[in-house]
């Protein structure tokens, strides 16, 4: 069983900065990759940024050049650097776990969510 964490979110005024972070652990033999996604009330959910253990990182459109994905492979955690913050980036961001056991067998395990509020 996979056990993944996230930590940071709240309330911030447009332009500011936030800092989220996640941890995965648990019974796995191998990360594949960690990210973030988030969703808005009637939306569904969405890439944020995501960044596999070999290092590719992909990045939606709406947050290339303000949120710095980063992993740590030796303590399975992954943070999410957001500066800048616009309302449009209000919504709950969850944190993705994509592992693998021994046999090869894929787990997609996700966090409770954590609450980003971007406003005056």
């Known amino acids: 069983q996979v056990l993944v964490v996230e930590s940071g979110g709240g309330l911030v005024q447009p332009g500011g900065s936030l800092r989220l972070s996640c941890a995965a652990s648990?019974?796995?033999?191998?990360?594949?990759?960690m990210g973030w996604y988030r969703q808005s009330p009637g939306k569904e959910r969405d890439l944020v940024a995501r960044q596999t253990t070999d290092g590719r990182i992909n990045y939606a459109d709406s947050v290339k050049g303000r949120f710095t994905i980063s992993r740590d492979n030796a303590k399975n955690t992954v943070d999410l650097q957001m500066d800048n913050l616009k309302s449009e980036d209000t919504a709950v961001y969850f944190c993705?776990?994509?592992?693998?056991?021994?046999?090869?067998?894929?787990?997609?395990?996700w966090g409770q969510g954590t609450q980003v509020t971007v406003s005056s």
């Open positions: 648990g019974n796995f033999f191998r990360i594949n990759a």
């Open positions: 993705l776990a994509d592992t693998s056991d021994a046999a090869g067998v894929i787990f997609l395990t």
